[in-house]
């Protein structure tokens, strides 16, 4: 194997980390169309193949004699190990491959061009090809949010098209100005109104913070969570503001005496693991800096070369020691989730089980437990970027076997008719509260008709990440 690459990988810290959004209306894109050959593709057709070789997980399923007269996207989705086989849940369905690597740097850090929406997508009713979108949240301070857009509203229209099978997938990403028409539910049915609202997307870079709250039922201290995206501090700081946040909560959890905890997880789709080790941390019950949070599994050559340099350890990441770990008062840890809630949050789940009983309230999550670099070329010349797949990993008790995902221990789905996120009604929050408590009373009835669910856009956002290594870090 590569000896420069073995000397840089030994060296590096780990974390878990998430791609960028993807316009592609499935969690698997399809292969790009293969475009005319170029001579300025061959150095990057090179390069590609030279990384790939070198740490690709599967490295020894890339083809013998690969054709690098395709142009660089199509020569890259060429090499991943049965990409198209959607049969084996094994496959490579996460290494992808970008342009412009500042651009996808950026997203790591979750700074990209949005409107601050994330929404989930329904027929309109069964059988229909209409369309509608139920916004799930707004990001605070986005373009979405000073339009006056929020949670549960139901958007039927964009630029004056009713929304389709066939359209919506377009037209709920790629426009530069949104006109929203938005509808109501009346006695059970969704009617258009004349309303419409109107945002222009912009570079925006989210806190994935977005809300912390306790309850007090009895002798129940509830701390609540709602964290979107495992990101240590805005795109370009040297600051880690959003992990400081996570442990300014944690240490107001531990002085008020917080001893059951509820982590929404159902729209984050990963993270760097920097911030997962952080959170699992001031979590974790009886766990100390001895104890595995994960281990990584490279390629046969990697692995071979670690231990033959007698360096297997530097494969372990281990829990971290936080004064503001609470699990010394909690039993269990209640996770909420959904078909977005992957990568670095399912490794929170996969990581914890071996200490504490973890109980997903939700849906299935998306499952991944392989990881990815963050390639780019160190010369500057060639300025795309690539995430190949390059490890997989696995908990204190040798578990990795979610790759179809966690089935949540107490199944659940949004209705249509939402409640504000912290709201003791709310169907997911009351669900876990109800658990915490005893008391079933507290489950209210599901709003609104039961429509058939299409996808969201954050299982796109969880269909682009993984977990991924860089040449200064490891993510997931």
Known sequence: MNLRFFAWIVAVGVVFGMTGCTKDTTITPEAPVTGPPSKADQPVNNWILENMRDVYYWADKIPANPDSTL??????????????NKANPERDRFSWIQENVDELKSSLSGEEKTTGLEVKYYLRSQGST??????????????????????????????????????YASLSTEPTTFNYGLATVESGKIVDTQLVKTTTAAVFQQNPVLLDSIYTIGSKKIGY?????????????????????????FSKFKAQGVNELVLDLRYNPGGYVSSSV??????????????????????????????RAGQSDRLITRFDSKPQSIGANLLRLYVLTSGGTASASELIINGLRPFMPVITIGETTYGKNVGSETIEDETGKIKWGMQPIVFKSFNALNQSDYSTGFVPTIEKAEPLQIKPLGDVEETYLATALAQITGNSARLSAERGPKLPTIGSSVERRAGGSNMFVERSKINL
């Open 278 to 307: 952080k959170l699992a941390s001031m979590i974790g019950k009886g766990i100390n800096t001895t104890k595995t949070y994960y281990r990584m599994e490279y390629n046969k050559n990697i692995m071979a070369a670690f231990n």
């Open 71 to 84: 142009d660089p996207e199509s020569f890259f989705y060429s090499l991943l190990y049965d990409y198209n």
């Open 225 to 249: 969570l709602v964290y979107n995206q495992f990101i240590p501090g805005p795109n370009g700081s040297a600051t880690p503001v959003y992990d400081q946040k996570l442990e300014q909560i």
């Open 130 to 167: 209409d369309v509608i979108m139920q916004v799930l949240y707004v990001l605070p301070g986005s373009p979405a949010a000073k339009a006056g857009l929020k949670r549960g509203d139901i958007i039927t229209s964009v630029n004056g098209q009713k929304l389709t099978t066939g359209n």
